[in-house]
């Protein structure tokens, strides 16, 4: 299949061909079922599939616009619906949207929010109130996203990392995390924390700060900050985000999460 997708992604006009569109759609099939993933965790790191990316961007040309009917409404696109939710095991909501080619888990909840062709969403995790996850981005288990929280998506360049939330994390509303930033394992971010390639993540839990990029570490507590820099212009406050402390290390990860929103006053 990856070489298929890989000729075709050279030549353009080979998705002309039965064969390859074949393959494109046996690809965003193997996507719907979790079978195939855009990212998958390859020891403390994770390996993007370009290949399957590929296979998703393609998919769009070899696709045809169709009218689509749910009950009263009406959508004209050329991505199919997800479907078969009681058998897959997933709670969801009136007016929740799910792409085929976008994987849940059993045990996902969506409450109406949306979930992009690609995305990945493992078991236990809600999607709460207007919450979206963007194409490719890789949610792992037992994860809050709240209401109003963007989880970018991302395609091109094909070489960029989705976003990546791991298992346990909360993410606290209205909070956007883009631009293929990883939050790892059980952190938390408070309301309104945004985060992309280059916002500055600064822990601010010892001596001296320290700063990350791109990478929420394990177990962080964050919440919105701002810092002053430069310009032309004059001093100007930028916003950044700030680890305040760590969630504990527990088995009873919700006990943990509330002992962390009480001790370091999070908004969520």
């Known amino acids: ?17 039965e064969k390859t569109q074949a393959t494109i759609r046996e690809v965003i099939e ?54 078969n939710y009681e058998q897959l095991g997933v709670r969801v909501v009136p007016n929740a949207v799910a792409r085929y080619g976008a994987y849940l888990a059993k045990g996902v909840i969506m409450m109406p929010s949306y979930v992009n062709i690609g ?25 809050h996203l709240s209401g109003g929280v963007g989880i970018g998506g991302v395609l091109e360049p094909v070489q960029a990392s989705p976003v990546i939330i791991e298992d346990g994390c909360f993410i606290g509303s209205r909070c956007i995390v883009v631009e293929g930033v990883r939050v790892m394992k059980e952190a938390v971010l408070g309301a309104n924390v945004v985060l992309t390639k280059s916002t500055k993540i600064i822990d601010v839990t010892g001596s001296e700060p320290k700063e990350y990029k791109g990478i ?23 916003p950044c985000a700030l680890i305040i402390g760590q969630r504990k290390e527990s088995t009873d990860l919700k006990t943990s999460l509330n002992n962390a929103l009480r001790e370091y006053d999070v908004a969520v």
């Open 30 to 83: 193997l996507l719907d079922k979790g079978k195939l993933r855009v990212a998958e965790p390859k020891g403390n790191d994770w390996q993007v599939n370009e290949w399957v990316k590929k296979a998703v961007i393609l998919y769009f040309p070899i696709q045809q616009m169709q009218t689509i009917e749910v009950g009263i409404f009406e959508y004209y696109d050329k991505m199919k619906l997800k479907t």
């Open 119 to 143: 995305g990945y969403v493992d078991s236990g995790t809600m999607v709460d109130t207007w919450a979206t996850v963007g194409s490719c981005a890789q949610i792992g288990k037992d994860v």
């Open 216 to 238: 929420v570490p394990a177990r962080s507590v964050v919440i919105p900050g701002s810092y002053t820099k430069k310009f032309p212009a004059g001093e100007f406050q930028v």
């Open 1 to 17: 299949m990856q070489q298929i997708i890989e000729a075709a992604w050279k030549n353009r006009e080979l998705l002309k061909e």
